[in-house]
Structure formats: structure tokens, C-alpha cells
């Protein structure tokens, strides 16, 4: 799909900015570019749209040398979202999505319905097509730059820190979004961040660049097992490290697989006595078939208690959940940074499996460090 | 009152063509100001290094005493309309100049990285993007412009282009300060009017996506 055969890239004053880079990249793969600042990595993107020329070495989409390709035609066969979104504020949503089906000489009806259509991709209403940018919060408005690169359905697409300006919980919540949309488009993605968690969450494959050189190229599942170097693993994080020691994966593995629930048919007395007999101070609310429906805690009945007598009346639908193949480190890393207390742990069908509780997560860590002890052991023999 | 009335009735015909003129020297002189001020000023953001030499020349320009810069085209282009015309222009040019420039060059980079990425070529980031943007500030300048000119026209009369001026300087000449209102009441009238005017369609040209209020 994308290969890079011998790139070099030389600023003035002899600085290699990339210094003689061959890569490739399959066709539907996900691959995040990280380094520190100044490694090059965003210079080896923008040398694949061209905003960057290289100085050296040659650049094949599909097999073809972008660098003997009309330049204006070239970008607009590739998609393109920057950190700082971007949006023409004159323009309407409905506009800005379809900046290149413009270009491209398409229909006013065609690009009409297909801006529609990418704003149900992000379960965002059609009326914004006619809002402006300025009327959207920021996390609104970076989807709306992701569908505006979508737009002409090209097959490669860009994004050069595109979560990086957005606060830690809509950035989260976009990054699944996005991966999930692009697992179902099967789009290849070059994706630049200096965020190891968001390159750790997002790629199928990561690049670790330093001073223009490429130091390890792997899954994140191997950069985390097998660090190629010091600097690798100090760019990791030690923590990370330790929360991808292969004996833990899944929530699935560390969960409580019993939690107290109730049914929604139930009288809130019923739910204080179950709360007594577990000794917890919130409930989760499931039918019959186990399907999670939400949470009821001991402040809720409390405060609805003269108002209401059934579980059903006063149950919380708000509520985060994981699924139970998702990895440890990235469910670790939600509950430590939105203070959760616990996190339900559910099937595909939303149907509750289990409960992963800070208490759980105290004993992942009571393993990893005495497990990092033991590593550091053989490592010293 | 009577006065008033009895100077418009002997004079009223002479009056709105005086006015005409004087209105049409100033848009002349506006119009190819704004047709050469606004691609010059685009044109200027794309090297900024002429950029700084050209607007402090022209800022040059406009520390001439109008009445000299108007006499001086007289041995070149001859006395009447043209020279005025010529001299207002090259008034009107700094205002509408360098609010291009500033205009355009204040729009958002990322803004512009983005249309590049998408894939516009040069002239459509200037039409799609860089114009629509800077339409407020250029707006300003031209309309700052036309107000100065209508103002400064007057003094086209000293060269015969004739318009309002005819009136004060007459009425200087003549020591009869009714002509001189006659001619300063209509000049005041019709800034205000331009300026209310163009103010409505600076709001108007703004896209609605930029609108502050």
C-alpha cells in the first residue's frame, strides 16, 4: 500500500530531519508514528501528501512514485486531519466535510447526501450540517475534521496528532470511536502522537522514531514484550511495561465475577437489603437475561426514597463499562485517570460478566512489582 | 429658512449635478483603488519581503499634502477629471493596501496547512479560503478609503474636476459662506451616507459562520 524505499529528508544546515527511511505499510493497517519532539515523525508523514518534499529516496502508493504524481491530484487522494482540526469557520459543517467531493467536481446532491451519511458514522444529528464550526464543542468539531478526511472515500488517510489538543475524556472517547470506524472502513492510517498510550490504544503497528532514524517497528503487544533498546523502554514507561507482563491480558482475567446486582422490578428496600447483606453501597440493574441496564447507589435511594419504590424509577443509565476481551492496561488506565470506583465488565451483547473494583486493580499491581522483582533478578544473573 | 429655500430653487439643478460629480470622482478613484489595492495586497502576503518596502512606500505617499500630489499630476496628465481621479487613487491605496495585507495574512496558518493537505491549489486557498476570512478587515479598509476620499475630493476642484469643491472655493473667493455650506453641508452628508452604507455591506459580505454579534 505505502512504502518508503531509502527517504531521506535534509533541512537547511545539514540537518537530517529522516535519514535514509525504508518502511512499508499494508493496505487497512494502522500505523502510529511516536518519538520525541524533533525525531522526525512528522516530517516522514507530511513527505507522504507532499507538504514536505524529501530530499532523497522515493515514496510508492500503491506502486506508484508519488513524487512523479500531480501534486494538487496526489492530495486530494489522501486524506488529511491535523491537531488543530482546521474546520473553515465560514463555512458550514455540511461545507467543510465536503472540501474535496468539491474538488473533485462532485454533485451538489452526492456531496450532499454523503456528508449526511459520515455525520451518522459519529451519531452526531444532520441538522449540524448547517451549523458552523464555532457552534460545536471541540470534540465535535475534531470528528468533524476525521469525517471531512473521510469524505472521498480515499484509501490512505493522514493525521498528524488529531486527539492531542482535545481534554483527556473526549479524547479517550474518540479514540475508540475512530478505531472502530476505521476497523470497519478498513482505511490505512498513518497516525503521528507523542502519546504512548493513545499509539499503544490505536495502532496495529508502531514506529518508534529517534533523530530521523527508525529505532523499533513492531505491535504494541511486541514493543511492550521485547523494548529493542534503553530508549525504547524509557519511552514506554516503566508502568506501562509492567502492565503488559503477558500473564495478565484481559479484564476478563482479573474481574470479580460475582457482583451484586438487582432487577429493575424490585422495591428499594429489597435493593437495602441486598446492599446490607453484600456490604457495598451500590448495585448494578439487570433484566433477566443479565443485560446491565445501569446502577442504583445508597445516595440515590436515600434522596428518591419518599418519591419512588421501585428500582426502575430511580436507576442511573449513565454508566461506563468495558468489554470483557478488552486489554488490562488500557481499562487500568481509565479507571486510575476518571477516579472510578469500579467498572462493569460486559459481553458483546452488553450482557454483565464480572467487576473490575480498585481493590482488583491493587492486586495486579501487588503482582507486578513483586513479578518486577523477580524480573530484575534474572536480569542481574 | 427662506434663504435656503430660494438658494436651492436658483441653484438646486447645479446642486445634485455638483454632488453627482463629486460622488462619482470618489468611486472612480475607490474602484480602481480596490481593483489594484486588493491583488496587490493578496500578492504582498506571498513575499513578505517586498511586503514591508512596498506599504512603507505607499505609507510614503500618503504623508504628501494632497493639494501638492494633485498639482503634481497637472504637467503629466493636464487639469480636469483624470488627474483628480489618478491623485485619489493613489490616496485611497494605503488604507485598503494594508488591510489586505494584514487581513490575509492573519488568517489562521493550520487553516491554510489544511487546505494544502486537502488538496487546493493556490488560487482556491485565496478564493476558499484566505479572501472569505480577511472580507471583514479588507472591508474596513475600503470603506475607510471611500470615506477619506469623499473628504479629500473637494480639493480635486482646485485642478477643475470640478464636484463640491467648486462651491467652498467659490464661496472662499467670493466671501459667501453660502456657498461654502452648500458645498461642505452635501460632502459631510454624503461621507456619513458612504460610510453607513458600506458599514451595512462590510456586514453583509462578512460569511455568517465569522459574525461576531
Redesign the interface.
Known amino acids: 500500500m505505502l512504502k518508503f524505499d531509502h527517504v531521506t529528508k535534509v533541512y537547511e544546515g545539514n540537518n537530517k530531519a529522516v535519514d535514509n527511511m525504508n518502511l512499508e505499510v499494508e493496505k487497512g493497517e494502522f500505523v502510529v508514528f511516536i518519538g520525541p519532539s524533533g525525531c522526525g515523525k512528522t516530517t516522514t508523514m507530511k513527505m507522504i ?1 507532499r ?1 514536505i518534499e524529501p530530499s532523497d529516496g522515493s515514496i510508492y502508493i500503491e506502486e506508484e512514485n508519488i513524487l512523479e504524481k500531480d501534486l ?6 489522501i486524506g ?1 486531519v ?11 459543517i455540511q461545507e467543510n466535510i465536503s ?2 467531493p468539491k ?1 473533485l467536481k462532485w454533485p451538489e446532491e452526492k456531496r450532499k447526501s454523503r456528508a449526511a451519511e459520515l455525520l451518522q458514522l459519529v451519531d452526531m444529528e444532520p441538522e449540524y450540517l448547517n451549523r ?3 457552534e460545536l464543542s471541540g470534540g465535535q468539531q475534531q470528528r468533524i475534521g476525521v469525517l ?1 478526511a473521510l469524505a472521498a472515500d480515499p484509501p490512505l488517510i ?1 493525521m498528524d496528532e488529531p486527539f492531542g489538543a482535545l481534554d483527556p475524556i473526549t479524547r479517550d472517547a474518540l479514540q475508540e470511536e475512530f478505531k472502530k470506524l476505521q476497523q470497519s472502513l478498513g482505511k490505512t492510517i498513518v497516525f503521528v502522537t507523542h502519546d504512548m498510550d493513545e499509539a499503544l490504544k490505536l495502532a496495529d503497528r508502531i514506529v518508534i522514531m529517534r533523530d530521523g532514524q527508525l529505532v523499533q517497528v513492531g505491535t504494541p503487544d511486541e514493543i511492550l514484550r521485547n523494548p529493542a533498546d534503553q530508549f525504547v523502554e524509557e519511552f514506554i514507561g516503566k508502568e506501562r511495561l509492567v502492565q503488559a507482563r503477558p500473564s495478565i491480558q484481559t479484564v476478563e482475567q482479573i474481574m470479580g465475577s460475582d457482583p451484586a446486582t438487582i432487577t429493575e422490578d424490585k422495591t428499594l428496600t429489597d435493593a437495602i437489603q441486598i446492599m446490607k447483606e453484600r456490604r457495598v453501597d451500590s448495585l448494578l440493574v439487570v433484566d433477566e437475561e443479565q443485560v446491565l441496564k445501569g446502577f442504583i447507589d445508597i445516595e440515590m435511594i436515600d434522596q428518591n426514597r419518599k418519591r419512588a419504590t421501585r428500582v426502575g424509577d430511580v436507576l442511573e443509565t449513565e454508566l461506563y463499562t468495558v468489554n470483557e476481551g478488552t486489554l488490562l492496561r488500557d481499562t487500568i488506565h481509565k479507571i486510575l485517570r476518571r477516579g472510578m470506583k469500579y467498572v462493569p465488565v460486559v459481553d458483546d451483547n452488553q450482557r454483565l460478566r464480572g467487576l473490575v473494583t480498585r481493590a482488583s486493580l491493587a492486586d495486579v499491581v501487588y503482582d507486578s512489582i513483586w513479578g518486577e522483582e523477580d524480573q530484575l533478578a534474572t536480569t542481574e544473573v | 429658512m427662506d434663504q435656503l429655500l430660494e438658494f436651492l430653487a436658483n441653484n438646486g439643478n447645479q446642486l445634485l449635478m455638483k454632488t453627482w460629480e463629486h460622488f462619482y470622482i470618489s468611486l472612480l478613484a475607490v474602484l480602481l483603488g480596490v481593483i489594484v489595492a486588493i491583488p496587490l495586497g493578496v500578492a504582498l502576503t506571498r513575499v513578505p519581503k517586498l511586503a514591508g518596502f512596498v506599504i512603507g512606500t505607499v505609507g510614503v505617499v500618503q504623508t504628501f499634502p494632497s493639494l501638492a500630489i494633485l498639482a503634481f499630476f497637472i504637467p503629466i496628465l493636464g487639469v480636469g477629471k483624470i488627474p483628480a481621479i489618478t491623485a485619489l487613487f493613489f490616496y485611497s491605496m494605503l488604507p485598503m493596501l494594508r488591510n489586505t495585507y494584514i487581513g490575509v495574512k492573519e488568517v489562521n496558518k493550520s487553516l491554510l496547512e489544511a487546505g494544502r493537505g486537502m488538496g487546493m491549489s493556490g488560487w482556491q486557498r485565496i478564493r476558499d479560503v484566505e479572501l472569505p476570512l480577511a472580507i471583514p478587515v479588507i472591508m474596513a479598509g475600503v470603506r475607510v478609503s471611500t470615506v477619506y476620499l469623499i473628504g479629500w475630493a473637494t480639493l480635486a476642484s482646485f485642478i477643475g474636476a470640478g464636484g463640491l469643491g467648486d462651491y467652498i472655493f467659490n464661496g472662499l473667493n467670493l466671501y459667501r459662506p453660502d456657498l461654502i455650506i452648500a458645498g461642505a453641508v452635501p460632502v459631510t452628508l454624503l461621507a456619513l451616507a458612504t460610510d453607513l452604507i458600506l458599514g451595512r455591506l462590510e456586514k453583509r459580505a462578512t460569511p455568517k459562520g465569522i459574525r461576531t454579534a
Open positions: 501528501n507538504l494538487v491530484q496526489l492530495r486530494r487522494e488529511y491535523i491537531q488543530q482540526i482546521g474546520l473553515f469557520p465560514h463555512m458550514t472540501i474535496v474538488l458552523y464550526p464555532h471531512r493522514l
